[in-house]
């Protein structure tokens, strides 16, 4: 079946330009997450949903993060007025449990945000 | 918060060679631990994980790896690589019900 997709694979934004990322993950994963993987760094937690609701948002770097998954299915990453220090792989993951790591997160190709 | 060291930045093997990646994590109590890979232009995924039980965890592609509770490690092995082992590894924890915690990563070069 379908793994998660995102898109867009690559974005190039200037600096204080707004972005918005899209993930769409597998049909019927209650849990989705987001992670910030920096360049020769391991992904860092952004935010979990289970469903709709943001469960954990605690890993989001300032208040120009933002994320939300209205329906429970797709989740949009938005990154207001952009800074250099934002440019990383965005990963998105999703999982059947309802608990964090109770069950495997499967992965996304990931979005390459340069910011300019 | 939970931290995870990955000793090995940069691994670089003979076809055959055995193989053995540190993976260390800092606050102890129950831990959910997992190896994810990620081939060159391929997503993250799964290699083996540990909830609890046996803690000699056998994965996909002849790895395992072994939870040693009192050294808070999770250390990845396999007894002969393969030049298609090729790939990025990371380690990552978490307590259940919290989030994952990744280490830096190991890059793996099999030289056929």
């Known amino acids: 079946g379908a793994g998660v997709s995102q898109s867009p694979r690559y974005k190039v934004a200037k600096r204080g330009q707004d972005v918005a990322l899209r993930c769409d993950p597998i049909?019927?994963?209650?849990?989705l997450f987001w992670y910030q993987q920096a360049l020769g760094q391991g992904p860092e937690f952004l935010t979990y949903?289970?469903?709709?609701?943001?469960?954990?948002k605690s890993g989001l770097p300032s208040d120009r993060f933002f994320a939300e998954r209205p329906e429970g299915s797709v989740s949009t990453l938005k990154i207001q007025r952009t800074q250099q220090e934002d440019s990383a792989v965005y990963l998105c993951?999703?999982?059947?449990?309802?608990?964090?790591?109770?069950?495997?997160?499967?992965f996304g190709p990931g979005t390459r945000l340069t910011v300019l | 918060a939970q931290s995870v060291s990955q000793h090995n930045h940069h691994v670089i093997l003979s076809e055959a060679a055995s193989l053995e990646l540190g993976c260390n994590y800092s606050y102890g109590g129950t831990v959910n631990l997992f190896w994810y890979v990620q081939y060159p232009g391929q997503h993250l995924q799964l290699l083996l994980k540990y909830f609890s039980g046996d803690p000699l965890v056998k994965g996909i592609k002849g790895f395992e790896a072994e939870f040693i509770k009192s050294k808070f490690s999770f250390n990845l092995r396999k007894p002969s690589v393969q030049w298609s082992d090729t790939a990025e590894y990371f380690c990552?924890?978490?307590?259940?019900?919290?989030?994952?915690?990744f280490g830096t990563g190991t890059s793996l070069t099999v030289i056929p």
């Open positions: 949903f289970q469903n709709e609701a943001q469960l954990d």
């Open positions: 993951a999703s999982s059947l449990a309802t608990v964090q790591g109770a069950d495997t997160q499967y």
């Open positions: 049909s019927g994963h209650v849990s």
């Open positions: 990552a924890v978490n307590h259940p019900g919290n989030q994952f915690y």
